[in-house]
């Protein structure tokens, strides 16, 4: 007899536990506000910092200054260490411990996806056996005459037919676990995303979040953060009529405004098709100097819709952020005031909440 296949891994799913030149930023302001003493131990020690980098002839570059910065403290005292964790907020999200969580979601939705196809290969060999079974007991029942070889012949089909369904429900079974399993993981992925895959930059989500966690620095430290918003007006978008034209527009800000940004610049998308800047250590002055280097860089861009240039028309709004107001505040003042700037009326638009 013919038999079909049987793996017994199905029974269950398999469970896995930024290049335009811009200015140089020396006018925007460093960390202040801080007591005198905590300055005076950071001051100290990011001299030693350097002074080891050069006694070991390495260059000093932000991640090399970095790494020394991190090897040094471990040799300092707790209460120090604590200090200056906190001055610095390391504490805040690593990166690398977030890539690395995801890339561990990612790899275990792959091992989710093998254990589907497996299984997805089990079925169709199965299918090609249960065919075969089917067309060799028609060929008996057409061969027999005698009514009870036929009988016996529909019995035996009708037995492998119940294996069969027996094989097809736990093959099925392991598969819907399996997709259940790879659909949670994609959600957490999601839900974790701090990326803008259309547009190349970061997310609302994660902006909204740097926004926070700076809104409160501002209040405890003092310093300065500065929001940009830049969005094309609505007249010229809508006379674009393809959509693949307008997000092609669309990606070509992103990278200008990616371009012309620092390092610690945080350039999202906020919204339809409307950019933000989170500018760290920037007070009003300096952001408003920035928006006037973007607002020329824009308008000395030339865009094309198809063969014909397009005539831009940009809004940038421009506010520091205030500790007595929320960030949804500020940001509803930005978004109001950007239709009164764009070409014929002013660069950019500066507002104070």
Do not use: W
Not at 11 to 35: F, L
Not at 75 to 101: I, T, W
Request: charged share 30%; net charge neutral; with cysteine.
């Amino acid at each position: 007899m013919v038999t079909l296949d049987e793996d017994k891994s199905t029974k269950t799913a398999t469970k896995q536990p930024s290049i335009a030149p811009v200015a140089t930023p020396a006018a925007r302001p460093s960390v202040a506000a801080t007591p005198d003493s905590e300055n005076v131990d950071l001051n100290k020690f990011s001299s030693a910092v350097l002074k080891q980098l050069l006694a070991e002839n390495i260059q000093p570059t932000p991640d090399n200054f970095d790494i020394y910065f991190r090897k040094l403290l471990e040799g300092k005292p707790a209460n120090f260490q604590k200090k200056v964790l906190e001055l610095l907020d390391f504490s805040k999200e690593d990166k690398l411990d977030r890539q690395a969580m995801i890339e561990k979601d990612i790899k275990t939705g792959f091992a989710q996806i093998r254990s589907m196809m497996q299984v997805i290969i089990l079925i169709y060999k199965n299918l090609s056996i249960m065919n075969g079974i089917a067309k060799n007991r028609l060929k008996e029942m057409s061969t027999s005459a005698n009514p009870l070889t036929i009988q016996g012949s529909i019995k035996i089909f009708g037995l492998e037919l119940e294996k069969f369904n027996v094989l097809m429900e736990r093959h099925i079974s392991a598969i819907k676990t399996s997709y259940e399993e790879v659909d949670k993981i994609f959600k957490n992925v999601e839900d974790n995303s701090i990326y803008d895959s259309k547009f190349e930059v970061y997310n609302k989500k994660y902006l909204l979040k740097i926004l926070h966690d700076e809104f409160n620095d501002v209040k405890r430290y003092k310093y300065n953060v500065s929001i940009m918003l830049i969005r094309v007006k609505d007249v010229v978008l809508n006379n674009i009529p393809s959509l693949k034209d307008k997000n092609g527009i669309l990606r070509n800000i992103a990278k200008i405004l990616l371009k012309t940004s620092r390092r610690s610049d945080i350039v999202a998308h906020y919204g339809d098709g409307c950019f933000a800047m989170a500018m760290k250590h920037t007070d009003l002055e300096s952001a408003k100097k920035a928006a006037q280097r973007v607002a020329e860089l824009l308008y000395q861009t030339t865009f094309f819709m198809g063969e014909d240039e397009l005539d831009m028309n940009i809004e940038i709004a421009v506010g520091a952020i205030n500790p007595d107001s929320s960030i949804e505040e500020i940001l509803s003042a930005l978004l109001d005031a950007l239709p009164r700037s764009g070409k014929g009326i002013k660069l950019f638009e500066s507002v104070e909440v």
